[in-house]
Nanobody, 113 residues
């Protein structure tokens, strides 16, 4: 079955950095556009970055210039490098292939001021 396993979250201070990883299985990874999403307490889950099969990227305005999505098709893995973190980045972060109905367990990112 299709699975996404996220890792790399943690607790950091304002201005810190984290690198999230997501390993996908059950799909031909290189055929799919991949996305990183986040859900903050009391808010809806939102797409913050995506990377297409040709490695072209989209980053939401709120993270543009601070976060970078990348992928390694040989490892079935998508990454999210997060720099200059802010308290408003605190959320559970998820990855998913576009068109998939599956979600992973997510990884918690907490940024303190």
């Amino acid at each position: 079955q299709v699975q996404f396993v996220e890792s790399g979250g943690g607790f950091v201070q304002l201005g810190g950095s984290l690198r999230l990883s997501c390993v996908a299985s059950g799909i031909i990874f290189s055929n799919y556009r991949m996305g990183w999403y986040r859900q903050a307490p009391g808010k809806q889950r939102e797409l913050i970055a995506s990377i297409a099969t040709d490695h072209s990227t989209f980053h939401r305005d709120s993270v543009k210039g601070r976060f970078t999505i990348s992928r390694d098709n040989g490892k079935n893995t998508v990454y999210l490098q997060m720099n200059s973190l802010k308290p408003e980045d605190t959320a559970v972060y998820y990855c998913r292939a576009f068109g998939s109905a599956s979600w992973g367990q997510g990884t918690q990112v907490t940024v303190s001021s």
